[in-house]
């Protein structure tokens, strides 16, 4: 047990329990700031995964953009004394039936997938193939992408402001 | 609360695209696709933030138990 996977299982470990603090915790401010937990332990396991270009991009995005959104959102919704919310669990049955059917595929994806037999891939740096590939093979879907964000947010505005 | 847990799917989907393409043999359309989701994360979290806005406008509370007409 190298360096490296204890690097791994301590991130993995703040991802998962501070992800099951979000779904059962009773304020929803917690939650918001137990997200955050997770968000940067993602970051840290796309680092180890050798995608530094995402791991950032989660930062910026999620962190800077998307968490601050939502916790925006909480602060001017809710009267600070009433953030009591409740977290009861509805519909117990399908859910299951809906998760046991969905890790049976992903373990029977797990288990024919080719895994590469190297012991440690080399990992090189991601920026420039995938800026490479994003304007020559996925010209396509990177332009239509920004026209959908574009019409998302004047959406948002335009809906917010009225 | 909901979106929330939108964001935590979101995120989980992405260790699993970003995983497979480290120790699979798919190069790097693994990563790339985990940037597309990020990329819809966001426009679909500024969406639904408006959307609640608006509700909190109409009905005072935004607990999606209790919000159950389309007009009032």
């Known amino acids: ?162 | 609360m909901v979106l929330m847990g939108i964001e935590l799917i979101l995120n989980s989907a992405n260790i699993n695209f970003i995983a497979f393409a480290r120790y699979g043999n798919f190069g790097f359309q693994g990563q790339l696709i985990a940037l597309f989701v990020i990329v819809l994360a966001a426009a679909e979290a500024a969406i639904a933030l408006a959307i609640v806005l608006n509700i909190y406008k109409t009905f005072s509370n935004i607990n999606v138990d209790e919000i159950d007409n389309l007009k009032d």
């Open chain 1, 1 to 162: 047990m190298n360096i490296y996977d204890i690097i791994f299982y301590l991130f993995g470990a703040v991802t998962i329990l501070s992800a099951f603090f979000v779904v059962t915790s009773r304020n929803i401010i917690h939650s918001a700031f137990y997200l955050l937990f997770t968000f940067f332990g993602v970051a840290g396991l796309y680092v180890l995964l050798g995608a530094d270009f995402v791991a950032v991009v989660q930062l910026i995005v999620y962190v800077g953009g998307i968490l601050i959104l939502l916790l925006f959102g909480v602060m001017l919704t809710n009267k600070i004394t009433s953030v009591n919310i409740k977290t009861g669990t509805l519909q117990i049955i399908p859910a299951a039936i809906a998760v046991v059917a969905f890790m049976y595929l992903l373990i029977t994806t797990l288990l024919n997938t080719g895994w590469k037999t190297t012991a440690n891939p080399v990992d090189v740096p991601s920026t420039q193939s995938l800026g490479i590939l994003l304007i020559t093979q996925y010209a396509v879907v990177f332009e239509l992408l920004g026209i959908v964000l574009l019409i998302a947010l004047i959406g948002a505005a335009s809906m917010a402001r009225k």
